[in-house]
C-alpha cells in the first residue's frame, strides 16, 4: 500500500445532522484541528448559495494552512461563480460534485432521468472545473447502482474535468471480500480513466460497526483516498481505522503521512465540541436572520420582560441602556414581529452602552498562509497618539485581537464570536458579533463589513472602548 490521503468530513457530516447545533467559531476550531492533524482533506457543507456558506467557506479556507478545503456542490447548484472568491482563499480549493446514480436515487431524490443525469453531471463538473484544478465527483450511491450507467457517469465526470472519483457505500451492502473485485470491475468498465492522473476515493457506511474493516480491505485493494469522521455519523473515524490497522500490523503513520498518536487527543477534543452542541444553550448560529431561535421576544413583551432576557444573557444594564435597548427592541419588533437571540443580541451591541472612542482603528494588514502562521499588524489611534501592534496567531483573526491586546496592554477573554451575513449578492456584507468579559461582566461590539476580519476588528474594538471607558469611568469617580 502507497500513501493514502484522508479527508476528513466531520463538519460536513455536522451540517447534515438535524440535532446539530455547533457554533460557527466551533466549525472554524474543528477544520484547525484536522489540520494539525494532518488530514488531506477537510469537506465543509453541501454549497447552497447562501451568505452563511461564503462566510464559513472563507473562514477555514483563511485558517487552514495545509489540508485541501472541500466544498460539497450538488447537481445544477446555485451560484458557482460567487463561490470563487470565497474558495480561493484556500491554499488548496477543493470542490465535490455529488450525485445519485442508482434508479431509485436519480427519479425520486434528484427528479432525473439518465440523459439528465449525465448532461448535469457534465454541466456542473465543467463549471468547478473552470473554478479550481481539484474537482472530485462522488457517486453516493455507487452500491446500489447499474454498473453499466455508474461507469458511463464517472466517464463523463472525469472527461468533464474531474480527478478523483469518490464511491460511496451509503446503502451498506458491501462486504469485505467484495472489495477488490468490485473495485477492478469498475476500473475495467471506465474508458477515460488513467491511473497517474486520475484518483479513486472511497467512503463505507459504518452502520453494522463494519466502516473501518472495508476500509481496511479498501487501503489493500489500492484505493487513493478514504472519507472519515469524527462526527459521530454513517462513516467510520480515522481512530477506529488507525486501529484496525495497527491489529493488522501495518504502520498506518507511514500509510497517512500523520501523527497517529496524536489522533485519539484530536478525536477527544472533537468529540467534546459536539456533546457541548446543546441546542438549548447556545441558539446562536452562523446564518440567516430568519433562522428560529429557541429564546425570543414578540410585540407584546414588556421592558421588564426585555431587561431580564439581556440579564439572562450576561449583560449588566443601567437604566439608560435598558430604555435605549427597548426602544430599538420595539422599533425592530413591529417589522419581525419577534426577534430571536441573534437579533437582540445585536441590538445589546449596539444600543448598550454607547461611549466615545477610546481607540479608534486607523488601517490593519493581516497574512494568511500555508507554510506560516497569519500575523496581523494593527495601527490604532488614542488621544491624538499612534499605536501600532504586531502579533501571530491562529488565523487573521485571532492574530488581530492579539494585537490589539498588545496595544491595550491586556489580553481580554473572548467569551463568545459570532459571524452572520446581512445582505444578499456577490459582496454581501458580514456582521460580527464579539463579547468580552471583564471583571465578571460581558461587553459586545457589532462590526458590519463585506471583509469578515474587518467586521471581526470593529466588533472588537467597540467592545473594548466600552470596558476602558467602565474603567476610567470609575477612576473618575
Known amino acids: 500500500m502507497g500513501r493514502v490521503g484522508i479527508q476528513d468530513t466531520s463538519i460536513r457530516d455536522l451540517a447534515s445532522a438535524s440535532d446539530s447545533a455547533v457554533l460557527f467559531k466551533e466549525k ?24 452563511a456558506d461564503l462566510l464559513l467557506i472563507k473562514a477555514v479556507a483563511m485558517d487552514v494552512r495545509n489540508a485541501s478545503v472541500s466544498v460539497a456542490i450538488g447537481l445544477d447548484a446555485p451560484g458557482l461563480e460567487r463561490l470563487q472568491d470565497a474558495i480561493c482563499l484556500a491554499v488548496r480549493p477543493r470542490l465535490a460534485v455529488r450525485c445519485m446514480v442508482s434508479s431509485v436515487g436519480m427519479e425520486y ?57 469518490t464511491l460511496c457505500d451509503t446503502a451498506g451492502l458491501v462486504f469485505p471480500h467484495e472489495i477488490e473485485s468490485r473495485r477492478n470491475l469498475f476500473v475495467s468498465s471506465l474508458t477515460a480513466f488513467d491511473p497517474g492522473k486520475v484518483k479513486l476515493g472511497v467512503r463505507f457506511s459504518d452502520s ?3 466502516g473501518a474493516a472495508l476500509t481496511y480491505y479498501a487501503l489493500k485493494s489500492g484505493f487513493d483516498e478514504i472519507s472519515v469522521s469524527f462526527a459521530g455519523s454513517d462513516a467510520p473515524s480515522l481512530s ?14 507511514g500509510l497517512f503521512g500523520i501523527d497517529v498518536s496524536n489522533i485519539r487527543n484530536v478525536s477527544a477534543k472533537i468529540r467534546r465540541i459536539c456533546d457541548g452542541a446543546d441546542v438549548s444553550d447556545k441558539v446562536v448560529r452562523c446564518g440567516s436572520a430568519d433562522e428560529d431561535d429557541s429564546i425570543f421576544l414578540t410585540a407584546s413583551d414588556s421592558k421588564q420582560t426585555v431587561g431580564e432576557l ?24 413591529r417589522k419581525k414581529k419577534r426577534l430571536g437571540r441573534k437579533e437582540f443580541e445585536s441590538i445589546l451591541a449596539t444600543e448598550a452602552m454607547q461611549v466615545p472612542a477610546t481607540y479608534v482603528l486607523k488601517d490593519y494588514v493581516y497574512t494568511s498562509g500555508a507554510s506560516s502562521r497569519s500575523m496581523s499588524h494593527i495601527t490604532l489611534e488614542k488621544d491624538g497618539r499612534t499605536f501600532e501592534g ?12 492579539l494585537a490589539i491586546g498588545k496595544i ?64 476610567e469611568g470609575s477612576v473618575r469617580k
Open 28 to 51: 472554524i476550531e474543528i477544520a484547525k484541528l484536522l489540520d494539525r492533524l494532518g488530514a488531506d482533506v477537510i469537506g465543509l457543507p453541501l454549497w447552497t448559495g447562501s451568505k
Open 109 to 165: 431524490l434528484q427528479g432525473k432521468k439518465e440523459p439528465q443525469v449525465l448532461q448535469s453531471v457534465a454541466k456542473t463538473v465543467s463549471e468547478c472545473s473552470k473554478l479550481v484544478s481539484d474537482v472530485e465527483f462522488v457517486i453516493l450511491d455507487a452500491s446500489r447502482a447499474d454498473g453499466q450507467f455508474l461507469a458511463k457517469v464517472a466517464d463523463e465526470a472525469i472527461r468533464s474535468g474531474a480527478n478523483i472519483i
Open 208 to 210: 453494522l460497526k463494519m
Open 240 to 253: 477506529n481505522v488507525a486501529g484496525v490497522l495497527s491489529a493488522q500490523q501495518t504502520d498506518a503513520s
Open 310 to 333: 439581556a440579564h439572562k444573557l450576561g449583560y449588566d444594564l443601567s437604566e439608560q441602556d435598558l430604555a435605549a435597548v427597548y426602544e430599538a427592541f420595539a422599533r425592530n419588533v
Open 390 to 401: 504586531i502579533a501571530v496567531g491562529d488565523g487573521p483573526i485571532d492574530a488581530s485581537f
Open 408 to 471: 491595550a496592554g491586556q489580553k481580554y477573554e473572548l467569551d463568545d464570536f459570532v459571524i452572520r451575513s446581512i445582505t444578499e449578492g456577490q459582496e454581501s456584507m458580514g456582521e460580527t458579533l464579539v463579547k468580552l468579559r471583564f471583571n465578571g461582566k460581558l461587553y459586545s461590539g457589532c462590526g458590519i463589513s463585506t471583509d469578515i476580519v474587518a467586521s471581526s476588528i470593529r466588533a472588537y474594538l467597540i467592545a473594548l472602548n466600552k470596558i476602558i471607558w467602565e474603567e
